[in-house]
């Protein structure tokens, strides 16, 4: 062997006798490479898998894989799908949380961390994870009440755990490596010891000068400025405004979104009415936030509702476009129950603008027929004044008729159906007012009238027989009913008594229509006649005309109170010129008609036709067919238009509704 040379052999002396464990560690880094994090990372998708897979690497001791994780996270801007934090804050927030299985009993403790940071006291993530742990249980003791609601020992507790949390972070900032949530850390451990403000403002300025995309942490100085803990009235809008103008406009929104987001559980729907804080800016950056993060199923839920406080149309229409592509995975912990999910929706698609959802074919995302009533569709309207909500009524094969929202970009059903007992005929919406006619089972008339889909107010009228047809003026101050033997009953809203038309002189009556000024309401007769009345009198306006021989089906008003459009089972539809007193027989259809809607830009008229099973679309200017659309299976039983016109809807006998796109023809 070789003589080695004296100074070589003198290092290998020195590091026998004091570097073994530096040698040691690196032959064991040889033989054993860092773990591969990406495996972890990739069930992410599942919240409670990733925190089974890092709680259990965790507790087995496999501190280099806990490490490697935190490591690969520190640097990502992206989010997780369970989280509207930064990664690394949602990465400590899993192993900071004391957790429970289904048992009820603790998969962390305490000294699970303990034994991490006795094995690895160089461990920056050991040291966020146990003070992130310590904060926890910190406010779990405190609780979340005011402060004159806390015992003497939940604040010894409280005190005694956020001091803990303290000093790990002081030791963590002399640690090699670096980790952004060291920042949000801090500050939460400021806010609950009410550092000084030049002390923060070190922390801040660190931030800022290093990290100014770790918005979890700015979001942690937002509550800290808020007056409630230790700013003033305004402070916390102008920090933000000055820091915003020190970054680029895409930065600056998304920084202020993010942290309108994390007040959000402060103010509610309140945000920008009790702070000042750029509602235009927030949408800009939310929007950002969903195109960089088009999986973060929990931020894209937060964004939704948030998005109700701005009522920015534009922000709403795009986070119905997320919300559909990932069929619509509400979040429990955004909205609590599925019902709160669905009435956002009822209340703020009218926000959408008109031209943003047709341009972005919002209507037009589903396009398979939805699966609506087994039993059939008696009737359809779209929801207060949309286009992507649809109101249909039908039957259940087993079970009472009943009424359904559905949400037409995914065809998914809003709400719980609202059951009508009894045998429902006709439906009639004004905006959010939705009233149903049919009879009770026993020969007599039912009514059900629901507002805004709470809780329905049922009214049986004995004067009436079964209920054929219902209407509603545009205003939703009158509504009218029309039975089989030819009574019409005409109702104010608030009104307790209804005056009734037309007593028995005429056979049945099937259809009824106010018209846009809510001042006239006519009416179609089985005997192929109509009569016009006063709503508020319920005096004749316009005497009995004829206009065929065969049933009326439908009448709709069009161009004002000029003319009156009106449909007869035979196919033909009729322009009756109110003023003159003239009728032409303009359209034919092919065969039997049962339903006719005239599109809101008065160009467009549909029809719905039981032989052939087709709905037809009419150019009303030139009186022609505009073309035939066919899929139903059986009789189309009722057609509306969309609010832009683009798209008309259609339910049939066959149980199923149906979207046909008619853009080009409104071009």
Known sequence: MPRLHPRFQAFLTASVLVGAPLIAARSASAADPVPDPEPVLKLAGNFGRFQQAVLGALKKGDYDLVEAVAAKIAKDHTLFPFSTDNKSAGFYGVLGAPSKNPRGEEVLHEDDLEKWLDTRPQSLAGHLATAAYHVNRAWAARGSGFADTVTPEGWRIFNERIQAASELLDEARQLPGHDPDIYRQLLIVARCQSWDRDRVNKVVAELTATDPWYYSAHGALAELLLPRWQGEPGEMEQYFDKLAAKMNDDDADEMLARVAQHLRGYFGNRLFVETKLDAKRVA???????????????????ICRMAMTTRDGELLGKTLGHMARLKHPWSAAVWGTRENYDRTW???????????????????????????????????????????????????????????????????????????????????????????????????????????????????????????????????????????????????????????????????????????GGKQCAMGFSDGSCEIADPDTAKTIVP????????????????????????????????????????????????????????????????????????????????????????????????????HGKMLASGSKDGTIRFWDVSDAVK
């Open 346 to 516: 009822l209340s703020s698609a009218q926000y959408i603008p008109q031209q943003f959802a047709a341009e972005n074919h919002l209507d037009c995302i589903h396009r398979d027929p939805i699966v609506a009533h087994a039993g059939g569709v008696i009737g359809l309207d779209f929801y207060n004044n949309t286009d992507l909500i649809v109101v249909s009524l039908g039957r259940a094969v087993d079970g009472p008729d009943n009424v359904t929202l559905w949400d037409v970009p995914t065809g998914h059903a809003l709400l719980t159906p609202v059951a009508f007992e009894g045998k429902a005929n006709a439906m009639s919406l004004g905006q959010s007012l939705l009233i149903v006619a049919g009879e009770n089972g026993q020969g007599q008339a039912r009514t059900m009238l629901i507002n805004s889909f709470t809780a329905p107010l049922v009214v049986d009228r004995p004067q009436l027989k079964t209920l054929s047809a219902a209407g509603m003026s545009p205003g939703g101050n009158h509504y009218a009913f029309a039975d089989d033997e030819g009574r019409v009953a005409i109702q104010a809203f608030r009104a307790s008594e209804e005056r009734i038309v037309n007593g028995e002189r005429y056979q049945g009556s099937n259809a009824t229509a106010f018209a846009f």
């Open 284 to 302: 800009r950056g939310l929007d950002r936030v969903v195109r960089d993060n088009p999986d973060a199923v929990f931020m894209i839920n937060t």
């Open 544 to 643: 009995r005309f004829a206009v065929g021989e065969a049933p009326i089906v439908a009448v709709r008003y069009f161009g004002g109170l000029k003319v009156l459009c009106v449909a007869d089972r035979s196919g033909k539809i009729h322009f009756r010129d109110v003023e003159l007193g003239t009728t032409t027989h303009a359209l034919s259809g092919p065969g039997e008609l049962t339903s006719i809607a005239i599109s809101g830009d008065q160009r467009l008229l549909a029809s719905a036709h039981g032989e052939g099973d087709a709905v037809v679309l009419w150019d009303l200017a030139d009186k022609k067919e505009l073309r035939r659309f066919t899929g139903h299976t059986d009789d189309v039983t009722c057609v509306a238009f969309a609010r």
